[in-house]
């Protein structure tokens, strides 16, 4: 003969997905369904679905900082090929001639440190600030040294610039980066010959 005893628990609904369960007087204090939604519900950077500008494709995207992705498009090549589409039709694409001594000369020209975080040393890369796909402007004042990690931060940027249909607006953008690059570079130069 069985004896039938009464369950002393309670039952609750997930914190995550709603979905109810059962809560043993052991585990008065859970709040969630299974492991699966405790483990979703505490990562820093929740999953967002979007829509691929270029292909129209949804995909998984987390914003995350100093991501490379600006969230967009669902692939690399999604973004290049929008880009092809985004550049002057008279453009020569994949060429950039003498890119190579333009970036060795405006490094030497006291660029020498990161206009981000005023990194000096290792690699550093120069970026155009508004995306030479669209400007094909090499001069100097389209140009600012940066080092990796910064250089991520300062493409997402230039994506919003590119995505920008109205030369205005896009113009207006252009300007208002390259006033707080001016003002960083000032700051790091100032500092550095205060440091000499």
Not at 31 to 48: F, V
Not at 157 to 173: G, K, M, S, T, V
């Amino acid at each position: 003969m069985t004896s039938t005893t009464r369950r002393r628990g309670s039952h609750a609904s997930c914190a995550r997905c709603g979905a109810a369960f059962y809560r043993f007087p052991s585990d008065a204090d859970r709040r969630y369904c299974s492991a699966r939604c405790g483990n979703l519900s505490r990562r820093r950077y929740q999953r967002e679905v979007r829509i691929c500008a270029s292909c129209g494709a949804s995909f998984s995207w987390t914003p995350r900082p100093r991501s490379n992705s600006s969230g967009h498009y669902c692939s690399r090549r999604c973004r290049d090929d929008a880009y092809r589409a985004m550049a002057p039709v008279d453009a020569v694409r994949g060429r950039r001639p003498q890119w190579n001594s333009k970036r060795r000369a405006f490094l030497a020209a006291n660029n020498d440190f990161c206009v981000g975080c005023g990194a000096r040393g290792g690699r550093l890369d120069v970026h155009h600030v508004e995306p030479y796909r669209l400007s094909r402007d090499d001069r100097p004042r389209n140009l600012v040294s940066v080092c990796r990690s910064c250089h991520r931060v300062l493409d997402r940027l230039a994506d919003l610039i590119a995505r920008e249909r109205r030369p205005e607006r896009r113009a207006f953008l252009v300007a208002v980066v390259q006033a707080a690059l001016h003002d960083a570079w000032h700051l790091h130069q100032g500092r550095r010959i205060g440091a000499a």
